[in-house]
């Protein structure tokens, strides 16, 4: 009689574990996240232990390990990850309110990190790249488009605000300027900062914007 | 009484002759009439599709490749299509870079037709074609001869899009049209420019034995160690390109004269695409008996040496090939000509323009 009382209780458990909401404070992850595993039931984006590469050295950025991959920074309270081309132009458009956010998050100890996913891609036309819009982030080169399958990342360029918890809380483009020709209506991923890093809930976690298709390796 | 009334019939003698006068200065396009009234303001709003492009990348009889310049269609209508495409620009026999295009050529298609010409224009971003050359990018395109919302006709098109839009040509002249998408700078030093002609409704009130299309622009390039060229937006950011061009390449029309025979009558429709520079114009060893300013025959110069063209800015240039021999034509400023910015009219051969 007793274990007939129980089961209810076990399938009503089974159940909330089973089709626990995927996403708790955040955003909402796309499904290829979810096929990939790299979230938890909570819509976390797991952590693991290893550092995150020194995009400093490019040599060792080639390969982003799927297991081992440390998205969000020790200490930080957010890390931007900017999806970029190095052959796309849209990132020019942007240019003044990225070097706006690299002066404007260290201060708010968000850190931003740009991620390179396309085929083709090298250092060389990377370091290109930051010579001709005149500002250089940390960066990663995404050759396997690991970073692109976890994040779900479409275009370039998109930016992915993750918070101390690994939960992307805003994504989307940087600003509107290039809807409102030239003219920023909304600083998107600049306000996502600034909420994050004051403890507000991000006001816009989702915005849409225009850019170049991201060419896949695989 | 007999002073009175001869006064009297002298003035409104006067009156009716200046009345005359006002009523017939009001009728047709003459410079001091008000030809606007015919033109057309505005168009309907544009179409965004996705439907599917297959096929050239340009069509439409009012297009020709620079420097030919193809007779202005014998219609009021034009239906026009320049495909935007991401392919590699030949510079030389060494070098060559990524480029986007319209049309699948750099500079993109002559458009020929004539004032008050109404073109019906579809564009497919054909880019996610050729993913293994560049990523798909949007682009759109912007015609300085219409006079339309830009907001409408000159909005991004995606990769695989479509946008169809009409405009009305309103007047004469020599324009460009590039992409309008940001950067701008970025998108025309990679190829994305052209060149529209609008001829007067009635034609030019001169007769030529031959016309060419000449578009000058700036290429702006760097050498990655690995050897490979790609634009350059920190050197085109300092106005300071690797090559000036005639047509596409440096030096292009020293290796491929225009041809001309010794009493002819020339026309060259040019235009300085720039995006940075501009142009000094001249042909050394003729003076130009006409000169339009931006093409427009009211803008009327005569016996010019030298021409300046600001970035954007086109005319139409005429002269005679006073004899046999080799016309060299140079944008002046010296350092654009040691960038490329040089070629030849080839009159040598023995043949004369029939009088």
Redo the contacts between chains.
């Keep these: 009689m007793r274990q007939r009382h129980h089961r209810p209780f076990f399938f009503f458990l089974l159940t909330i574990l089973l089709f626990a909401p995927t996403s708790a404070g955040g955003q909402q992850l796309g499904t290829d996240s979810l096929k990939n595993n790299s979230i938890d039931r909570c819509g976390n984006l797991k952590s693991v232990n290893a550092p995150i590469i020194n995009p400093i050295s490019p040599t060792s950025s080639e390969e982003i390990p799927s297991r081992k991959e440390k998205l969000i920074v020790s200490g930080s309270k957010g890390t931007a990850y900017f999806f970029l081309g190095s052959l796309c132009p849209c990132t020019d458009a942007h240019k003044h309110s990225i070097m706006e956010l690299m002066s404007l998050a260290p201060k708010k100890n968000v850190k931003l990190v740009a991620v390179f996913p396309n085929k083709g891609e090298s250092v060389e036309l990377i370091e290109h790249f930051f010579k001709g819009v005149g500002f250089k982030l940390n960066y990663l080169v995404d050759s396997t488009n690991r970073l692109v399958k976890r994040f779900g990342a479409k275009k370039t360029p998109e930016v992915f605000l993750i918070d101390e918890k690994g939960r992307v809380v805003y994504s989307g483009p940087i600003d509107d300027s290039v809807e409102n020709l030239g003219q920023i209506k909304n600083a998107y991923l600049k306000n996502a900062v600034l909420d994050l890093a004051e403890g507000r809930p991000v006001s816009v976690p989702r915005a849409e914007g225009s850019g170049c298709w991201i060419v896949r390796n695989r | 009484m007999k002073s009175i009334n001869l006064l009297a019939k002298i003035l409104l003698a006067a009156m009716l002759s200046a009345f005359g006068v006002f009523a017939l200065a009001g009728c047709g396009g003459s410079a001091s009439g008000d030809d606007t009234k015919n033109m057309v303001y505005g168009s309907p709003e544009s179409k965004m599709s996705m439907e599917p492009a297959s096929g050239p990348l340009y069509e439409g009889a009012a297009l020709s490749i620079a420097p030919e310049v193809k007779p202005a269609p014998n219609a009021t209508e034009h239906r026009v299509r320049i495909d935007v495409n991401h392919a590699d620009v030949i510079v030389n026999d060494t070098i060559k870079f990524?480029g986007w295009v319209f049309g699948g050529a750099y500079p993109g298609p002559v458009l020929h037709v004539r004032q008050g010409d109404k073109v019906y224009f579809k564009m497919t971003n054909r880019s996610?074609e050729t993913?293994?050359i560049?990523?798909?990018?949007?682009h759109s395109i912007d015609f300085h001869a219409a006079m339309v919302n830009p907001?409408d006709k000159y909005r991004?098109v995606?990769?695989g899009a479509t946008i169809e839009f009409e405009w009305t040509a309103n007047y004469p002249g020599v324009y460009m049209y590039h992409c309008g998408?940001?950067?701008i700078l970025?998108?025309m030093i990679?190829g994305m420019v052209g060149m529209t002609i609008v001829e007067p409704k009635d034609g030019y009130p001169t007769k030529v034995d031959r016309e060419y299309a000449l578009f000058q622009s700036e290429l702006y390039l760097?050498k990655?160690?690995?050897g490979?060229y790609?634009t350059?937006?920190?050197t085109a950011k300092k106005k300071e390109p690797m090559f000036v061009c005639f047509n596409g390449q440096p030096f292009r029309h020293v290796k491929e004269p225009l041809k001309a025979k010794a009493g002819e009558r020339i026309r060259l429709y040019i235009l300085n695409a720039g995006p940075c520079g501009t142009s000094s114009f001249h042909v050394v060893g003729t003076l130009f008996d006409r000169v339009w300013m931006e093409g427009h025959p009211q803008n009327e110069m005569r016996g010019a040496a030298t021409i300046m063209l600001p970035s954007s800015g086109g005319a139409i240039v005429e002269f005679v090939v006073p004899e046999k021999g080799i016309y060299t034509f140079v944008d002046h400023e010296f350092a654009d000509v040691e960038a490329g910015a040089a070629g030849l009219i080839d009159a040598s051969g023995d043949e004369v323009a029939m009088k």
Excluded at chain 2, 134 to 138: A, E, F, G, L
Aim: hydrophobic letters at 35%; zero cysteines; proline letters at 18%.
């Design positions: 990524v996610n993913v293994g560049s990523p798909p990018s949007p907001k991004e995606i990769p998408s940001p950067a970025q998108h990679y760097a990655l160690k690995s490979m790609v350059d937006m920190a």
